[in-house]
């Protein structure tokens, strides 16, 4: 990749709504933090531990760099329990988060300068991100709120041509908090064209059931990991699940970039996978509260969405009749009511007139946040 490459990856604007909020709290203010996906619940305590004991017996030094065997297997148990799928252990990569897994899928998917990876507008950011530290390009499909800004199988079709390497697909979705129907998944999967299927959110589904890209073809890239369902954002563990046949190549960069995931995170993630832990249930009630008290507020506020969220921890609501510019709004609801939100122009083009609202926060400080939320509504309507 040549420096024009490199200068076109832009931060995270909400990274930079976040080190705003901190700077405001330094000062006395008090800040709602509604702005960071990451989940404000401990790591269930069977998983704290486990890796406990495996530090404690000395499990500090390399594993297999494809990941410790015991831990592919249940990776590829929990997927055939799951979702009914045939996963060999052989076909699984343990990586050090999902962010890495993806460099690696798309490292190993570019071929040259050009190349295209299909992804809707607005998606998380790091997708064209990657794409674009590869060489590749992006190609953005417009999305459709009464769609849940989820990929339309029809304008994939249409998007496809040679320079087609791979298509992104994320459900639940990052900014969203959509599914994707499972006709749709099964239709884009059917299209010829390696589909990288993000299933990070997996589990945090509320009323309806997600499915996994594996279920219809087992020439998926599928991307997921232990920072969402299972609290343990601050372990970085993840994992891909790979079609026959890419194994050889993808271990050779994981080799080379990252070489193993830490051995005492990996004996911890086995016990995620196959022990029960009551903590998951109950931070997934108590997610759904959160999410049913959030979507009454804002459509009290005027604020709504035209898809209802159903998994994740994300609401991403229409503010255009407030203001045309997400990060000017955000910020001026960040210094005025200090209540950080994420703007959606962080997720796209497409994503310009919306805010995102995280739930991974107590309900009473969601409370207090809408509270606030509300009284600066009124002033800036001048009631």
């Not at 990252?258 to 086995?270: D, K, L, W, Y």
């Not at 960040?334 to 995102?356: C, H, M, N, Q, S």
């Amino acid at each position: 990749m040549d420096r024009n490459d490199i200068e076109s990856i832009k931060p995270f604007m909400v990274m930079e709504v976040l080190e705003r909020a901190m700077e405001l709290e330094k000062k006395g203010r008090s800040i709602v933090h509604m702005e960071i996906g990451e989940p404000d619940f401990p790591t269930p305590s069977k998983i704290v531990e486990a890796g406990a004991r495996s530090l404690l017996g000395g499990e500090t030094h390399y594993t297999d760099s494809r990941g410790l065997p015991e831990l592919r297997l249940a990776i590829a148990e929990y997927y055939e329990k799951r979702y009914g799928t045939a996963v060999s252990p052989d076909r699984v990569i343990v990586t050090m988060g999902v962010s890495p897994a993806l460099l690696l899928v798309l490292s190993s998917l570019m071929e040259k300068k050009g190349d295209e990876v299909i992804m809707g507008n607005p998606c998380y950011p790091c997708y064209p991100n990657f794409a674009r530290y590869m060489g590749a390009r992006p190609k953005f499909i417009s999305t459709r709120e009464e769609d849940g800004f989820q990929l339309r199988p029809a304008d994939v079709e249409k998007a496809i041509c040679p320079a087609t390497r791979a298509i992104m697909i994320n459900s639940p979705a990052n900014p969203t908090g959509t599914l994707m129907p499972r006709k749709d998944i099964e239709a884009i999967v059917s299209m010829g064209v390696p589909v990288i299927s993000d299933e990070i959110y997996h589990g945090l589904v509320y009323g309806e059931k997600e499915h996994s890209a594996l279920e219809f073809s087992d020439r998926c890239y599928v991307l997921n990991g232990f920072s969402k369902l299972f609290a343990m954002t601050g372990w970085r563990l993840g994992y891909i699940i790979l079609p026959e046949g890419a194994l050889r190549r993808i271990h050779i960069l994981q080799l080379n970039f990252f070489i193993c995931p830490g051995s005492f995170v990996q004996r911890a993630a086995i016990t995620a996978l196959r022990e029960y832990h009551p903590e998951i249930g109950e931070m997934l009630a108590l997610y759904d509260e959160r999410r049913r008290f959030l979507l009454g507020r804002l459509r009290s506020l005027g604020l709504c969405c035209a898809a209802e969220p159903r998994g994740a921890f994300y609401i991403f609501f229409n503010a255009r009749h407030i203001s045309g510019d997400s990060h000017s709004l955000a910020f001026d609801i960040l210094e005025k009511a200090g209540v950080a939100l994420t703007p959606g122009i962080d997720f796209g083009e497409r994503g310009e007139g919306y805010l995102r609202i995280s739930y991974a926060n107590s309900l009473e400080h969601l409370k207090e946040g809408m509270d606030r939320l509300e009284n600066y509504l009124d002033a800036r309507r001048g009631c």
